[in-house]
DNA sequence: CCTATTTGTTTGCACTGCATACAATCCCAT
DNA sequence: ATGGGATTGTATGCAGTGCAAACAAATAGG
């Protein structure tokens, strides 16, 4: 019994252009959704004792480096509308990893802190992520994580 | 105040460590999850019309490649559980897209074949698809597509 | 001053991921 | 062959994310 019958379509049918885009395995987005599924699993696994997830901690992170920094500003920073940045602040907020403040020069902003238990929290997540990072980085030299990083970062910016 | 003691020892014997690893924008796994973001907003603007997500796709790809597959089996290849397989499933059913069938040979199992309708959607969604791949690969030279898809690959696998 | 824009907020909906519990079926060792 | 354990599917519930729409408060600009 053959299993892979799709190979042999994809060789007699070369040239003329009947829809075929070829197999899911040659998708570029298939394989960078597999990885951020990985990536994923990895980093819920390693933050469940924290029950921290990977927006709340970019958010204590964006946070602690841009002290009074606005939600529209953040959620443009990590590509996340106003309503999903306020469910994640909210979440942060009820746990006093952050506090929201009156701007005092616009009226409209909220300026974001961390609270004292927030950067003791961020301290700890920082150590996970160092263990996560390196599970990422363990099957890459150097260089090769350069360039990854390189490739991505053209695709979000 | 030091929640994690066990690091202590660690710390005090190696070089001095106080937990910086540096910037945000460093970190491998924030560059995948932004990447991912923007092919995940791109894909979906690219399928509103068909109303399509790409597990949808990936699990009407995958059923046409191998008709009679498994839910087991589907969920392995696209790194899914039984509970979101389910899902799915249940969704392109209803939308009749694919349909379930006792297996012969194994009475736990459901085959999944694609039903006329879920062929021709496909078929729109493969056209679709190789819009969205154009716009991931425009900026990149095909080595560094190679290139790319081997690194993730590497991390998913 | 009046209007348009920005920012935050609330509500609601859809999709995904996962845990748990249960039923049906299969596999294997006794 | 039979009983116990493993596999597969199913159902339910919960949390997190993404987004759309509508509203309020404040600002910006003519």
């Known amino acids: ?23 899911i395995k040659d998708i570029v987005g298939f394989h960078i959704r597999l990885a951020h599924g990985a990536c994923y699993r990895h ?5 469940t004792e924290l029950e921290l997830t990977q927006k709340q901690v970019s958010v204590m992170w964006l ?5 009074g920094i606005s939600q529209i500003d953040l959620g443009q920073r990590l590509r996340m509308d106003r309503a999903t940045t306020m469910t994640i602040i909210n979440r ?25 238990q927030g950067e003791a929290m961020l301290a700890e997540a920082k150590l996970a992520i160092r263990e996560h ?15 990854l990083v390189e490739l991505l970062a053209r695709i979000h910016e």
Not at 92 to 116: C, I, M, N, V
Not at 133 to 147: G, I, L, P
């Open 92 to 116: 942060l907020q009820a746990r006093h990893f952050l506090r929201r403040e009156k701007s005092p020069t616009d009226g409209r902003k909220q300026a974001l802190y961390l609270t004292p």
């Open 1 to 23: 019994m053959r299993v892979r019958d799709d190979d042999l379509d994809a060789v007699t049918t070369i040239d003329h252009d009947d829809g075929d885009i070829g197999e």
């Open 63 to 67: 946070v602690a480096d841009h002290p």
């Open 133 to 147: 990072e390196n599970w990422v980085k363990s099957r890459f030299t150097d260089a090769e994580v350069k360039t």
């Open 43 to 47: 980093f819920t696994e390693t933050f």
